[in-house]
């Protein structure tokens, strides 16, 4: 199993880096006395000498006022109690400490032992299951996959055990004398004996000789649970583990002289009630043989079941395509009438304004838009062809020093109400519309060719030494027909940009039909005419 490694932050549990104060628990009678230098030992105090301490105020505090034995006490008090310190981080080792000093007043001497096979074994009789490889638990596979990678080669477990609601697994073996029933050692511990993380070697001999078991709980799993042999190697794998942060507490014998640590007897704190984890065989196909036989009917049941759903849904799916081919031969008689029959050809021009008329009204409302008000700037204004009208707008913006209510006051003279100012009050615009009624061009103007709009542009344009900004504008068939069956149209966009008003400009394509108007801009600081149009025409058939 592979374990979480990370630099130690600290060799206490405090948190801290520094050594705490290592005081005996005081005694009821007295305050302590002063006592001369101490050896060095643990960061709790001395680790036996704690636990020997704490005996006989656990014994005062068994028996009342009249020396009558009271019943025993729940170490740290209640279990709800417990669990509120590990949540809050308050769990203290001097706590733990006192608490195993307490229960090992209380308990009954209990002797354990590892046999030759690596098991634990209380007074010589019960066995318990130690040693198992303990991994984290995949609900969506079996757990005979599972043990089979967990094992060597062809030699997979044949035992295993349940942690948790399904999260963790140990996996053991039966030739090392395990087997199912016997309870994992591991999950024999209680949250009130230690609480939160703790990490524990124990020192036990037997037919084995010295061996040091070595178990840790983490974050609410089991983070060790291994048999040593050698003691320097014991002590290397304790010291490994204590890397890991916040340890509640960490249990080792007390010759290794580790600080931070607490020296306990595993027959002290190993409380062997509630529902601990027990083997079962990995191998359960004779526990399911009773309902293997209902199962596969059930199974087979299903599986006709569905069959003739499937039956039923391809029926269905055959019907559906049948009906949409049915549609779409509809829909091809419908195209193949309608072929047949003359399409109304409805050029892009008609029903607009001729540019003449266009630039005379832009040109008007241009004259009503051009105000000044005192620190403001009036910006280009624009006009353009929007549905049955020609609108023109304005936009003016604050200068530094202007005021709002120069301006309101300004286009309250000029006769302006509607006036947009925009959401910080430094710039506001008034669109002024003015419909133009029916358009000055239908459908029997006879449009020229690209080629002949091309020559008559070029000719006058560069006889009169003149460079107005034109291009080809040829819009693909999907942007241009809107249904089946209307030509394909593309037009020259012509600009004209000058000083002055584009009267006379625009005579010079007067002749030339289809002109539609695109836009008018005026520069009021520059006193420059942009003028954008159309000049459109049928596009050949390779454009």
């Not at 070029?458 to 080809?472: A, E, H, I, K, Y």
Request: with cysteine.
């Amino acid at each position: 199993m592979k374990r979480p490694r990370s630099l130690s932050l600290f060799r206490d549990v405090t948190g801290e880096g520094d050594e705490p104060e290592t005081t005996a628990p005081p005694t009821p009678e007295a305050a302590p006395a002063e006592e001369p230098p101490a050896p060095r030992r643990g960061l709790f105090g001395r680790r036996r000498e704690a636990a020997e301490a704490a005996a006989p105020e656990a014994e005062a505090d068994a028996q009342d006022a009249d020396g009558e034995a009271r019943p025993r006490r729940r170490l740290f008090g209640r279990r709800q109690r417990a669990a509120s310190q590990v949540e809050a981080g308050a769990v203290d080792a001097m706590d733990v400490a006192a608490g195993i000093a307490t229960l090992a007043a209380d308990a009954d001497p209990v002797d354990f032992e590892i046999d030759d096979q690596g098991r634990l074994v209380e007074n010589g009789r019960k066995r318990y299951a130690i040693g198992l490889l303990w991994l984290p638990f995949d609900v969506d596979r079996k757990i005979a996959e599972q043990a089979g990678e967990a094992g060597f080669g062809d030699d997979a477990p044949d035992l295993y055990a349940m942690v948790g609601d399904r999260e963790q697994i140990g996996f053991g073996f039966k030739y090392n004398g395990l087997k199912p029933g016997m309870a994992a050692a591991a999950t024999l511990f209680s949250d009130e004996v230690l609480p939160g993380n703790w990490l524990a070697a124990f020192e036990m001999s037997g037919d084995m000789g010295q061996s040091w078991w070595i178990v840790a709980w983490r974050d609410g799993q089991i983070y060790e649970d291994r048999v040593i042999t050698d003691g320097g190697d014991a002590q290397g794998a304790f010291a490994a583990l204590q890397d890991a942060p916040n340890w509640s507490a960490m249990i080792c014998p007390v010759a290794w002289d580790i600080d931070g640590t607490i020296d306990a007897d595993l027959g002290s704190i190993l409380q062997k009630r509630g529902r601990p984890a027990r083997l079962k065989s990995t191998n359960q196909l004779r526990a399911l043989l009773p309902i293997a036989i209902p199962v596969v009917l059930l199974v087979v049941a299903a599986i006709a079941g569905y069959l003739v759903w499937q039956n039923i849904v391809e029926q269905r799916r055959l019907e559906e395509l049948r009906r949409i081919e049915a549609e779409r031969r509809a829909a091809a008689a419908r195209a193949a009438q309608a072929a047949q029959q003359p399409v109304e050809i409805i050029p892009p021009w008609v029903g607009l304004p001729s540019t003449e008329r266009f630039y005379e009204i832009c040109a008007r409302s241009f004259q009503e838009l051009l105000i000044f008000p005192t620190g403001w700037r009036q910006q280009p204004m624009t006009c353009s062809v929007s549905g049955d009208s020609i609108v023109a707008q304005a936009t003016w913006r604050r200068e530094s020093g202007g005021r709002v209510s120069w301006f309101l006051a300004t286009m309250e003279d000029a006769g302006f109400e509607n006036i947009g100012l925009d959401s910080n009050l430094d710039g506001a615009t008034i669109p002024l519309r003015e419909p133009f009624g029916e358009g000055d061009m239908d459908k029997s103007l006879r449009a020229l060719s690209a080629q002949e709009v091309s020559e008559t542009l070029t000719l006058r344009f560069d006889t009169l030494d003149l460079s107005p900004g034109f291009r080809l504008v040829a819009p693909r068939p999907d942007q241009a027909r809107e249904q089946e069956g209307q030509p394909i149209w593309s037009y020259h966009e012509l600009t004209f940009r000058e000083s002055t008003p584009l009267q006379e400009y625009l005579k010079l394509v007067s002749d030339i039909p289809a002109r539609v108007p695109e836009q008018l801009t005026y520069d009021p600081y520059n006193q420059t005419w942009t003028m954008v149009m159309r000049l459109y025409h049928e596009a050949r058939q390779d454009e």
